[in-house]
T-cell receptor, first 111, second 117 residues
Framework: DAKTTQPTSMDCAEGRAANLPCNHS???????VYWYRQIHSQGPQYIIH???NNETNEMASLIITEDRKSSTLILPHATLRDTAVYYC????????????FGTGTRLQVTL | GAVVSQHPSRVICKSGTSVKIECRSL??????MFWYRQFPKKSLMLMAT?????????EQGVEKDKFLINHASLTLSTLTVTSAHPEDSSFYIC?????????????FGPGTRLTVT
């Protein structure tokens, strides 16, 4: 799995967009970019994943650069309940492979 | 979305006893389940991969005789911590894999907090 690099922590005001960056410069052609988040003392929650194209769902948007070396997770209107650790993972799919979690970004949403 | 449950959510046991943790996929069948361990303020660390009907594959450094994994059906995997010691106290999380759009997706259980006294 390609290594990913994320900032250790970020703050965001409630109601604003939270933009969480992730670098994955060694990502290979068959690796997807996955985003999960973990609220304190809970299991990780799947957010979104993508390969090349930008993706959007009810939770977030995922913007992947054309060279696929980095991506940004966007929470369009952050709320206090979005405070969590966000993990960016590069992984092959189609094989139900294990996920390797890094240290993630601790997002603190404030009033 | 797919739901994964774990039982118990919290358990306290005495040193030397064994503890079983169940992981169930409630609304889908999972041929593959994963077991993770998470220490305070640390990231998740994969312990083993469990495939239905076959032996689990353990990560390097994880003792297979201490952490017994059984995946008897497509909706249930169990992790038994044998002869538990205080250093086994941790947050244990399972996940189950299911086909989705663009490949497989993993859904995680809520975790089980084990405290060994």
């Amino acid at each position: 799995d390609a290594k990913t690099t994320q900032p250790t922590s970020m703050d965001c005001a409630e109601g604003r967009a939270a933009n969480l960056p992730c670098n994955h410069s060694t990502i290979s052609g068959n690796e997807y970019v996955y985003w999960y988040r973990q609220i304190h003392s809970q299991g990780p929650q799947y957010i979104i994943h993508g390969l090349k194209n930008n993706e959007t769902n009810e939770m977030a948007s995922l913007i992947i650069t054309e060279d696929r070396k980095s991506s940004t997770l966007i929470l369009p209107h952050a709320t206090l309940r979005d405070t969590a650790v966000y993990y960016c993972i590069a992984d092959t799919t189609g094989t139900a492979s294990k996920l390797t979690f890094g240290t993630g970004t601790r997002l603190q949403v404030t009033l | 979305g797919a739901v994964v449950s774990q039982h118990p959510s919290r358990v306290i046991c005495k040193s030397g006893t064994s503890v079983k943790i169940e992981c169930r996929s409630l609304d889908f069948q999972a041929t593959t389940m994963f077991w993770y361990r998470q220490f305070p303020k640390k990231s998740l660390m994969l312990m083993a991969t469990s495939n239905e009907g076959s032996k689990a594959t353990y990560e390097q450094g994880v003792e297979k005789d201490k952490f017994l994994i059984n995946h008897a059906s497509l909706t249930l995997s169990t992790l038994t911590v044998t002869s538990a010691h205080p250093e086994d106290s941790s947050f244990y999380i399972c996940s189950a894999s299911t086909p989705g759009q663009g490949g497989y997706e993993q859904y995680f259980g809520p975790g089980t907090r084990l405290t060994v006294t």
